[in-house]
DNA sequence: AAAGTTTATGCAACCGAGTTGCAAAGTTGT
DNA sequence: ACAACTTTGCAACTCGGTTGCATAAACTTT
């Protein structure tokens, strides 16, 4: 797997096995997953080190974090280019039967018309429903 | 406060002396609380208590509670007609700076178009940035 | 009005996700 | 081989939210 090696060094990463390990296992994911679902990913590996391998990779925009309300937060690969800011923010879905949340990486966040002289940052959108699997 | 005891009654909430204190708090309030909040707007009050005096009012559709990303929930009174159905779902604002969380009751929360056979069920979408108090 | 039943409140204790401190292990440069 | 820096692992903690259970208050029935 060299190619997840210089996904690491083109975010500036210095590629150790465990972070070789967790990149892997966030490549072969669909759907987004959270910290405890990656540590069952694992034979025996400490929670903290998953932690803060996904800080450092979200840090450096490898990955994104998703909030998407059932209190344990997601994280999924950003694209190649991603540099994370307004435009580059998609939708994410939450199946209510499944718990999957997807990037709907192919839908834009909408945009809004905030009230006067309120100034956007950023933008989170989170569609709750049912999954093309769970139809 | 004669109306507050009829909003309880209007929602088939029983008007104890709790409620309406919250229920109070609650209409003085232009953002959204959270519960710890909420627990210093008294003197003494037990947090399980209001706890559940939220969670009362919220299944009976008196307030709606607002995941807004910053780990604690808030919670805002639904209009008088509110039934928290999609269609009365509108968009949340907080205010990087002042940490406020507002509802912003005019705007409604844009529709997706979601790939195909996806159902959509609720929407969550919070934008973030500078309110009209913090320029 | 007294007894019985339901509902609301208060305290303690728990839970899970996330986070910090610190020491050991590993890496890099001289 | 040594020093300097980075990463990893363990323990312990924080904080928001939640449950169990006993008491108190509010209705119901006799
Ligand atoms: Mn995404
Ligand atoms: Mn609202
Ligand atoms: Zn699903
Ligand atoms: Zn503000």
Tied chains: 1, 2.
Excluded: W
């Amino acid at each position: 797997m060299k190619e997840n090696e210089s996904k690491l060094e083109n975010r500036h990463i210095k590629p150790t096995a465990m972070r070789e390990l967790v990149l892997k296992v966030l490549s072969d994911q669909s759907a987004a997953i959270s910290l405890a679902d990656l540590e069952q990913k694992f034979e025996k590996a400490d929670k903290v080190t998953l932690y803060r391998t996904l800080k450092t990779f979200e840090e450096n925009k490898l990955i994104h974090s998703i909030d998407d309300g059932t209190g344990s937060v997601k994280y999924a690969l950003c694209k190649e280019t991603c540099q994370c800011h307004p435009e580059d923010l998609h939708v994410h879905f939450l199946c209510t039967k499944c718990k999957q949340t997807y990037c709907l990486t192919d839908i834009p966040v909408p945009s809004v018309n905030l009230p006067t002289r309120f100034t956007l940052e950023t933008i989170n959108m989170v569609v709750k429903g049912i999954c093309v699997n769970c139809i």
